[in-house]
């Protein structure tokens, strides 16, 4: 099987009309985001094979804008679109605009997974429910992106304590478990996809799992706090909780990220705070 791989992987590199996208990246948020440009790819090149070289093939499937998924590499041409963003400070354009300027002048697109019905099927829930994630990936953003544990137990417990909704929360399985909520860490991406899609919501941090609600058509809740400049990264539909404080944002792409000692604008948001939005989106203010 590997071999046929890379010598189907061979014959599209010789194929004269073959356009490779690739991300370096091992993030899954940013592999995802590489399905913001393809409807527009396939587009521009209607006659053309479209390969994507990712270590998340499972983004791909299905999608009508793909030719073939591999997470095989042996040599990057001039076939290679290898789309990437930037943020620094004095960043204005969107990450989503950035990555299609690379082959458009487009300014707004959206990550898109193509689950089937048995996919969504698998996850139907006969109640309402939010999905919920409540940690972030540290390894690059350190702390800095995350409201705090003891936060999402607080909103958890209010929704529970006011509304009817019941909370599914997915993650990583050794992401620590809240209390009073459905277990459904651990499952493959595409099946947390699907749980997301059957949602109310979801709700979490700014990351991946936000852009996996996008690529299933789903808003979100989302804790900015004033780590990143929402405008780079935020969908309009979600409900964007932002602090931007004094020192707001010091999020950039172009190192690792330290500790911070007061993460004074995840503490300017309260949970009550963050039930009131859900309540008035979500329950019209019911409660």
Known sequence: MIVFEYILLFYYLLYPKAIF?????????DNLLLTVILPELRKRNPKAKIIVETK????????????????RHFKTTKKFIKPKY???????????EQMLSYISDKKEGFPKIYLDEAEITKH??????FAIAPLGKQAFSANRKEWGFENFQNLVNLINEKTNAKIIQIGAKSDELLQNVIDERGFPIRESAAIIKNSIAFIGLEGGLMHLAKSVEKDSVIIYGGFINPEVSKYKNNINVINLIECSPCFT???????????LCMKGILPESVFSKIDEKYFKGKF
């Open 253 to 263: 792409s172009e190192k690792p990220h330290t500790i911070c000692e007061t993460m």
């Open 56 to 71: 998340f093939p499972e983004f791909f499937l299905n999608n009508p804008n793909v030719d073939w998924v591999t997470n």
């Open 124 to 129: 139907k829930e006969d109640f309402e429910y």
């Open 86 to 96: 930037k943020i620094v400070a004095e960043t204005s354009k969107s990450i989503y």
């Open 21 to 29: 996208v690739r991300w370096t990246s091992h993030a899954m948020g």
